[in-house]
DNA sequence: AATAAATCAAGAAAAAAATCACGATTTAAT
DNA sequence: ATTAAATCGTGATTTTTTTCTTGATTTATT
């Protein structure tokens, strides 16, 4: 269906994204590549082969309509398409991500939380509900989710996977600093927090 | 100083990393470029590709050293070179990001928290303190912390980060949907926790 | 000791991504 | 009206990244 994005380029449409919300919001009807490109610092020829791609027609002289930049970006990155979610491991990530309400707007709609500590079941974060983790097999079953999140202590990453994939979890989002073991019928996105910044920050401090 | 490595190979170095770490606990010594390929879905030239620009030579028919690989990585991605930094919001992901504590072991110290909430103030995360956000630019020129950990609402976020600019921050982590602008003396890394992850949870579902 | 299998190393080839360059178009200015 | 400037669209070029291939090396096996 969607055309093979690659990583780079969605990681761009993301970025073009947010400065069409901050155009709109100002009123602002139309902007052009070489706006976008030095803001991103980037070249804008490339803004304009990545909007190649979603067949968003821009006028020379004029630009792009920021609106239907807005749109068809949503279209093609899935925004609108609703993707539910679990996020397992309610610590302080799991609870910042079931707060962080710019996740609706993309798309993933998180349903509810889980922990093994008896202390936090029952309580409501925006919301969503945190369960026993033993409640999760069931609920998948229930509810058909097929994506969790993964915030759980690095110790626990693997074993837990484990619990996730005889549940029937398809897709692990996974925020701790393993690298999860999993048959190939299940995918892992690993978010490499450091991996990036270590390397912008490295590159010219010392 | 180092020798550029790109984001993609520093992106899998972090993994390699994990993998090593995990091979430490578990007593192996060494490891094969087939194995940690497999490990990751990717192929084993690519593999030794990166392990070369660590100058780690590995043996044939026995692999590499893990210890060694461990420690040329925690060199190349500067792990040993101590990184100071405020986090400046301390909603819940700013909370998180103080208490992971993976962050030391990547050589990010998180030295305080900021906040313009009075009933944050003087709260304690982790052995670090929140303080008002009008502390900040003394507290920048005192200890002569040069990255912010931007972690405040979106429509904060540029007024925000011009306060950090002025106070003299060099380096922001941004971790708001906003693009923001800087000067080209600042220098400014999106942490866009939704790019890349859209792209993933798309590709197949539905 | 000879053979086989696993693995590294490194150059070649292929693929992917980014940049350049230039013609075409549109709007604004003279 | 004509000219100039800004911008798009796109093919060509360059650069970067990944994969393929082959030969050398080391260990285990016969």
């Given at each position: ?28 009807d ?42 068809s ?5 899935g ?45 409501q ?71 990036s ?10």
């Amino acid at each position: 269906m969607s055309k093979n994005i690659p990583e780079k380029v969605s990681n761009r449409l993301t970025l073009y994204h947010s400065i069409m919300v901050e155009y709109i919001e100002a009123g602002i009807d139309t902007i052009s590549s070489p706006q976008i490109a030095q803001r991103l610092g980037i070249d804008d020829s490339q803004v304009r082969k990545d909007f190649k791609l979603l067949n968003n027609a821009g006028k020379c002289r004029v630009g792009y309509m920021v609106k239907d930049l807005k749109d068809s970006i949503e279209k093609t990155l899935g925004f609108s398409k609703t993707k539910d979610a679990f996020i397992v491991g309610s610590g302080h990530l799991g609870l910042a991500l079931a707060k962080y309400d710019s996740f609706n707007s993309y798309g993933l709609n998180i349903l509810a939380l889980f922990d093994n500590d008896p202390q936090k079941i029952d309580i409501q974060v925006n919301n969503k509900q945190i369960f026993h983790i033993s409640k999760l097999p069931n609920l998948v079953q229930r509810l058909g989710v097929e994506i969790a999140i993964l915030t759980v202590p690095r110790q626990a990453a693997q074993q837990v996977a484990d619990f996730l994939i005889e549940s029937d979890i398809k897709y692990i989002w996974n925020f701790t600093p393993v690298v999860l073991k999993v048959p190939p019928t299940v995918k892992v996105w690993n978010e490499n927090l450091m991996g990036s910044f270590l390397q912008f920050a490295c590159k010219d401090i010392e």
